[in-house]
Nanobody
């Protein structure tokens, strides 16, 4: 079965950087569209960044220019490089994998990793 495991979260000061990783097991990463989401206490889960199986990327306006999503299909890894972090970036970050096969859609989620940005 497909499993996603996030890592790399932690506590950093405002203006600092973190690199999150998402390891995919049980399948081949290249066939999935991948996304990073985040959820802060009292808020809805929101999309942060997407990278398609073809390599196209898209970002939420709040992180554009600061965050970069990338993938290494050979290693089954997806990354989220986060620079110039702000306190409002504090949230649990989740990795998501989506595969469309004909008329079927498959979606998988990781357990999340905590990112805390102090002032």
């Amino acid at each position: 079965q497909v499993q996603l495991v996030e890592s790399g979260g932690g506590l950093v000061q405002s203006g600092g950087s973190l690199r999150l990783s998402c390891a995919v097991t049980g399948s081949t990463l290249s066939i999935y569209d991948m996304g990073w989401y985040r959820q802060a206490p009292g808020k809805q889960r929101e999309l942060v960044a997407v990278i398609t199986s073809g390599g196209s990327t898209n970002y939420a306006n709040s992180v554009k220019g600061r965050f970069t999503i990338s993938r290494d299909n050979a290693k089954n890894l997806v990354y989220l490089q986060m620079n110039s972090l702000k306190p409002e970036d504090t949230a649990v970050y989740f990795c998501n994998a989506v595969r469309n096969s004909g008329t079927l859609k498959y979606s998988h989620w990781g357990q999340g990793t905590q990112v805390t940005v102090s002032s």
